[in-house]
């Protein structure tokens, strides 16, 4: 009866109970060629772990639109291009200030950088580093943002 019973909880009741993925947009920051190329992170502002910038769509902007205006929000990045598909995406548990955590899906949109402003909406929240796409996957936390680090 046990083995009865989870397998109806597993085949029907918890995916029909449980929420879709929430959906944000995500600038892979970069800039160089070749072996010279580097990627721009930035810290969150709640925990300070490393990231990259992103957000929810924004309503009237394309998604790779909306993660360009993150670029500049969080990392200072502008007059640059953003990939009009997205080159991957990634999941994470996104923690809600009463403690519960939601899943969103991440698209991810290469931006070539081609300008870098001091002065930004968050320069004051957050730090932000240049590094290679090993040091990268290194840094951040989510295994789907790593593997995409180290397929570049």
Request: glycine share 6%; with cysteine; hydrophobic share 35%.
């Amino acid at each position: 009866m046990n083995v009865a019973l989870q397998s109806v909880w597993t085949g029907f009741l918890a995916p029909l109970l449980q929420r879709p993925k929430r959906l944000q947009v995500a600038a892979l920051c970069h800039r160089g060629e070749g072996k010279s190329r580097e990627y721009l992170l930035v810290t969150s502002r709640d925990t300070g772990r490393w990231i990259i910038p992103k957000g929810w769509p924004i309503r009237g902007l394309k998604s790779n639109e909306a993660a360009l205006q993150e670029a500049w929000e969080e990392a200072g990045v502008r007059n640059s291009k953003a990939t009009k598909e997205p080159i991957g995406s990634y999941s994470y548990r996104k923690r809600q200030s009463s403690g519960w955590e939601i899943p969103v899906e991440t698209l991810v949109y290469a931006v070539a950088v081609e300008d870098l402003s001091e002065d930004f909406p968050e320069a004051h929240e957050r730090t932000r580093r240049w590094v290679t796409a090993d040091k990268a996957a290194e840094m951040v936390n989510e295994p789907e943002l790593k593997s995409i680090f180290r397929s570049r």
